[in-house]
């Protein structure tokens, strides 16, 4: 299809696009911001919330807010925000701390959890480098050994030995979309948990935490959540676990009687079990104003929405790129596609600064990966064509 032709499709797909006024409620200029799956724009609601809770809350209110202003329940509170994302029942999931000590947190809980005799923990092959730095110290401190492999063996590798597997829903550098009902499934089956690394999928398409059966999960909320830079990540803990379930940094937060300041621990139930010390406030606050663009927003709605806008831009990749001179990386099986399309590339680095300097702005992920990511709640497809088209003038 001509320049043109795919120009025309791309209004007449925003036209039709039930989900494009969301684009309102976010701070964003000219740019075809390309950058969601590493950090998600900002919402136009989270200035002035923040600014509320310092001025007000913090400046007026200071040590009262701890309790008249919600600051103690905000963890969990926002926690039950995310869930149904993510396709979780409430009081499961606690907001707080990064992704890499959530992932510690549930790599050590599900060791604790699957017993003894159990001295092996398995991670996906190609997972984000913290994840499995953090496994390795994790086996460290629990006696196991940890071993990465690769998921389409995942099924033979797993066994009796195996206490936990840690995998990452979507590959961050190519977008394969991991089956996370299939990959659970025979995880569980050999007796383990599982630990799924949702930083790449929540918000961007549905998970089904309890409809899949998962026993632990982690996530962050600054790519498609929105929350902002470092925003506080999340732990998911399955109801059936909870009660079981040896946080290895248990803190006066997650005590049963926090200002009672006993010198033993005795862990509170529930989702607060999987906090440590004091919530970050002002962090927490931009994440529940920025939680608010998903009022009424269904994320199948968003899925939907995330592969037809991948399809459109590999469609204008193909018709404005000369071949050869970039691969996909990504899967074209929307089973398998994450919310993002890996284009693989000799001169990547290079392409992408330009790509940057004419205002499209994806990322480079070393050593030849063109990575954009795809924001359904305020992208558009006539971004997505003029993306591909100064890709293609780039090049
Ligand atoms: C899949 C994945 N896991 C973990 C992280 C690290 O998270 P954090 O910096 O919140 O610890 C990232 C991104 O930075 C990621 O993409
Ligand atoms: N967390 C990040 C940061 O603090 C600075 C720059 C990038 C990030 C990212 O999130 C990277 C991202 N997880 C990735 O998939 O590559």
Redesign the pocket.
Known sequence: MSESALAIRAAELDAADELGKIREQFVLDETVYLDG???GALPAAVPAHVADVVAREWGELRIRSWTESGWWEAPERIGDLIAPLVGAAAGQIVVGDSTSVNVFKAVVGAVRLAGEGRDEILVDEGT?PTDGYIATSAARLTGCTVRPVPLDSLAAAVGPRTAAVLINHVD??SGRLHDLPGLTAAVQAAGALVVWDL??SAGALPVGLDAHGVDLAVG?T??FLNGG??SPAYLYVAARHQAAFDSPLPGWNSHVEPFGMRPEFMPVDGARRGRVGTPDILSMAALEAALGVWDGVPVEAVRAKSLALTDFFLECVAAYVPEGRVSVLTPLDHDARGSQVALRCEDASDVMAALIARGVVG?F?APDVL?FGFTPLYLGFADVERAARVLAEVL
């Open positions: 799956n590493s950090l984000f961050y550098r930083c790449h962050c600054y790519k830079p470092g990322d992920r990575r």
